[in-house]
């Protein structure tokens, strides 16, 4: 087949095309550049250029054309707007998301020439074919396991997508570049938002949204515990980075109005809930569950709930958790699966 790879300069992605190739794939690898790393220069250097050095490596190793592709502007107008919008409103947005569903299998999809008959990945997931319809299934590896970030394609994108590395775990991954002696073999994994790279989000938040100083308020008693540059920066849920004394201390509630943030140390059941209402959904095979016993993840990661989901009349939907959760926050996505299926997902709504 005709393929087109994205590379990031990371060693999944690079197996991957590794993997395409020795199977005797016609490839073209694209390195889309998102990063916002020329906004923030004043930071200091930008990582991007040492990732299109390691994808030029690998591909000049694997005999593979490498196309930059630049997606910079599409990538403010949906991604980074959504996510400056959603941290304004006190809310807790999942960018790598929206960067799947609207970007990597996207515009993208759409740039390229349509001769191209998939478009493969590093991602640690499983599309398989039954009946005519494609399903997003687990990696094997819990801990890599990136379903949750891809719970928004649709049939169309699943059915174009190829995850070539997806029924490996991240341990076989590192034999296999060892393996084929991958320039990048020793290279560690990124981490953080896709569009910031080495940039920390608290940075990118400061310079959209400045810093404003507000109360920091213990939600059992009202006395004020300290004070904060805005309550953007903070997270329902959150215990690091409080810098209060005499904890562990939870961010439970903002006040985006007054600009405060409350935090509880006592009060559990200020910090905890098991039901939260959720809505905007993505159902992956295009109708909702045929039952409401399911799976379901609130952030990501290896820890799943078992839970009901009931839809409402209006759409949205109530979940009921086994057991209740500390950092349950408005803007999350809830992801929902069925065994080792992933159906879809929505944003959390209170």
């Not at 799947?100 to 515009?107: M, P, R």
């Not at 600009?259 to 109708?287: C, H, P, T």
Request: glycine share 10%.
């Amino acid at each position: 087949m005709k393929i087109a790879v994205l590379l990031s300069g990371g060693v999944d992605s690079s197996v991957a095309l590794r993997l395409l190739k020795d199977d005797g794939h016609d490839l073209t690898a694209f390195y889309l550049k998102i990063w916002l790393q020329d906004e923030f220069s004043f930071l200091g250097d930008c990582p991007w250029e040492e990732d299109l050095k390691y994808a030029r490596a690998v591909c000049k190793q694997a005999d593979v054309p490498l196309e930059v592709l630049s997606l910079q502007d599409e990538y403010w107008n949906t991604v980074v707007t959504y996510t400056i919008e959603e941290i304004k409103e006190g809310r807790t947005p999942n960018p790598d998301i929206f960067c799947n569903s609207l970007i990597k299998f996207g515009e993208f999809y759409d740039k390229i020439d349509s001769s191209f008959e998939k478009v493969a990945s590093g991602h640690y997931a499983q599309i398989e074919e039954k009946n005519g319809k494609f399903i997003l299934k687990r990696s094997p590896d819990p801990v890599k396991d990136q379903t949750y970030f891809l719970a928004y394609l649709t049939q169309q994108q699943l059915a174009r997508g190829l995850f070539p590395i997806g029924k490996y775990t991240k341990a076989e991954i590192r034999e296999l570049a060892q393996k084929l002696q991958l320039p990048n073999m020793n290279r560690k994994d990124s981490q953080g938002i896709c569009f910031l790279g080495q940039v920390k989000f608290r940075e990118f938040i400061k310079h959209h949204l400045g810093e404003v100083e507000g109360e920091i308020i213990d939600i059992d008693t009202g006395k004020v515990m300290g004070k904060h540059p805005g309550y953007y920066f903070y997270t329902i849920g959150q215990r690091s980075g409080l810098g209060l004394g005499g904890g562990p201390w939870y961010v439970v509630q903002k006040d985006v109005k007054n600009n405060i943030v409350y935090v509880s140390r006592e009060n559990r059941a200020a910090r905890e809930r098991d039901e939260f209402k959720v809505g905007k959904f993505n159902w992956i095979l295009e109708e909702k569950p045929s039952k409401e016993n399911l799976l379901v993840k609130i952030r990501h990661g290896v820890n799943f709930y078992e839970c009901t989901l009931t839809i409402n009349e209006n759409g949205t939907g109530t979940v009921k958790l086994s057991k209740p959760d500390k950092g349950i926050a408005p803007g999350q996505f809830a992801v929902f699966y069925d065994g080792e299926v992933c159906l879809g997902g929505g944003v959390i709504l209170e």
